[in-house]
């Protein structure tokens, strides 16, 4: 974790950003799981991880960011777009009308049974596209001289 | 099929993702482009027969019962207009393969195009007034990005211009959702037509119906909030100006109509004295505009106006006849002046200039552009086979049968206007002399650039001289706008 300004000594920013940017992290993915019983859902979730994003290249800068976590976040934000168009879409091989979401009952593994619900799948797509455009913004402001 | 009305939405939709994710390759991008709108267009061409047969298609998204789902709603009218714009895009993305540069295609232009029509065809399709709202954002957003594409410095300063008004708009919009939603309780536009006769205080209807004449009003043009239009359309490139002239006045033109048809009807003379008012005030407007340019881009944005003000007018009338005569002369509309600023744009890409005075002699050098151009220029003004005739014929008939002389005599005079205002264009730019030799960066793709335009005019010539086949799918799409029962009926199942 090498800073090109080497005048500007923040270690102790640096150091609690790392752990605060897990802490923010597990925040928003229980947000994200929260929102069919309560206050929560996609875009607050995807929000808040793309929150934690920005913390971290207030600390660092975009190349360590870009380092860490290589995503290109404009197809980011079209796989989100992808994931919730497919599940909309998965009604209509059924004869159902577009939108129409379905759940079943599963047995997972170490969690035991647990009831999943296609609009999951569509949130995830929400919260993909939610953290794609805020990043794309943000790096492309932060980019342009 | 049950979900056939969605396909014309998720169809580009599906489409403009995929271009998503490979910006730079530009053939990949021209051809699913082109090959999403061939499907689609054949898909609204199935959804008409369908409507046709079958009547009015609905699906309820989810599959919850109606008032309380987001009903989408294919009658005759919105099959129609679906199909003309789905058509439109399909020529406007194929004369922009040969028009632009490697480099503009590779910033994402057709996934905006792509967009638009999704936003476009959602507005036509569906039945709930918060989801038009949020269709009219769709491809507002996308000509946002269409119009500043490219980055000049009067496409910027334009751009603010256009995103303010249309961001006033949409807040105004959300706030007349907001008025209806506390007097009425319901969104769904077949719960809101049942509902809004039992309002007990019906002047606050009126209000609520002035406040959306007026949402639409800005984004369809009308006289007086219309102030935005010709500087903003006048810088877009081409192309794109195409699509803005073509189809996004005229979802508000749109709008009004299935609005005005199913909401605020109630037999109210006050909403039809004040519709009409507005409608002769946007035909002068234009009128003068049209005659008083000569910047080809201006007289053409200054048609549009015309046209939305003599569809209005049918509108406002509200009998049988002048809603199929407005009807007629919407779809003529969409696709004239689709292909009046496809060959504007081809001038003045062979002269390098905007301005008549600058033009002459195309017509030696380009016989059948400017043939083309001819057709078009006459097929606007409404002469007899083609097709700008039987629309504002029904209009004026129906505005005669309603005992009103002046509104028809206007619009005769408005066709007078607009004959002049593009032979105009016509005598300078295509006959005299040469004024230099015309090398322009575009010279060598008018060969290639006049086969989609061409087809477009000979698709409205078609549409003219095919007057007498439409004319059951008019009066289709007629019925469920003269009696609301019909719509309420096919959306609300009991």
Redesign the interface.
Known sequence: MNRKNDQVNDVILQTAAVIIFFIIIVFSINLFFAGHYSPGGGFIGGLMTAAALVLLLLAFDSKTLANVLPFDY??M??LG??IA?LTS?H??FW???????AYDKFDLPLLGEQTLHTAIAFDLGVYLVVIGVTMTIIQTIGESE | M??LP?FPI?IP??AA?FL??A?KQVRLQRGVALGALLVTFIVTVLLIFTVSQDGIMT?????WPAPFSIT?VSDMLSALLVATSTLLVFFIVWFATHYFSDAYESNYVYVAMLFLLVGVNGAFTTGDIFNLFVFFEVFLISSYVLIVLGGKGVQLRESIKYLLVNIIASALFVMAVALIYGTVGTLSLADLAQKIPLVENQSVITVIGVFFVIVFGLKGALVPLHYWLPGSYVVAPTPILAMFGALLTKVGVYSILRTYTLLFDGGSAFMQNFLIILAVLTIVIGMIGAIAYNDVKLIIIYNIMIAVGVILYGIALNTQTSLEGALYYLIHDMLIKAALFMLVGMMIGITKSGQLRDMGGLITRFPLFGWTFFIAALSLAGIPPLSGFFGKLLIVQGGVEEGSLFGPLLILLSSLFVLFSVIKIFLYGFWGEEKRVYDGPLVPYVNRLIVPTFLLVAVAVAYGFGAEAMHPFITQAIEPLVQPEIYIDAVIKE
């Open positions: 404009r197809k934000t079209a777009l992808v168009m879409l009604s209509i004869d159902r009308p577009f939108l129409t979401h | 049950i979900n969605i998720v939709a599906l993702i998503l994710f910006p699906v309820d998204l989810g599959n989408l």
